[in-house]
Nanobody, 120 residues
Framework: QVQLVESGGGSVQTGGSLRLSCAASGSSNARFCMAWFRQTPGKEREGVANIDNGGSLIYADSVKGRFALQRDNAKIWLQMNRLKPEDTGVYYC????????????????WGRGIQVTVSS
């Protein structure tokens, strides 16, 4: 079993920055794909960024050039810059074995979620 604990988040104005952290505990999690998803009002949960155990990164088009994902073994950080109101939502850390994907079903482990609010 893998447990994911998220921290960071909060409220900022447009153009501001926030940093999210996620720490995974449990067996073999260092070989997992780790990712951030978000749930924005009125939309399905969507992938934001993911990173495999080799450090390969994938970003959603909507955050490319603004967000940066880093990893150190079983911990990941998401630096979010130039935030926009449409980035508002609940951000979830996720982990799963195998190749990284945007398929939520490939991630059996999820954090509780953390609120990010960007005001205009």
């Amino acid at each position: 079993q893998v447990q994911l604990v998220e921290s960071g988040g909060g409220s900022v104005q447009t153009g501001g920055s926030l940093r999210l952290s996620c720490a995974a505990s449990g067996s073999s999690n260092a070989r997992f794909c780790m990712a951030w998803f978000r749930q924005t009002p009125g939309k399905e949960r969507e992938g934001v960024a993911n990173i495999d155990n080799g450090g390969s990164l994938i970003y959603a088009d909507s955050v490319k050039g603004r967000f940066a994902l880093q990893r150190d073994n079983a911990k990941i950080w998401l630096q979010m810059n130039r935030l926009k109101p449409e980035d508002t939502g609940v951000y979830y850390c996720a982990a799963g074995p195998g190749f990284c994907t945007w398929n939520r079903g490939a991630f059996p482990y999820w954090g509780r979620g953390i609120q990010v609010t960007v005001s205009s």
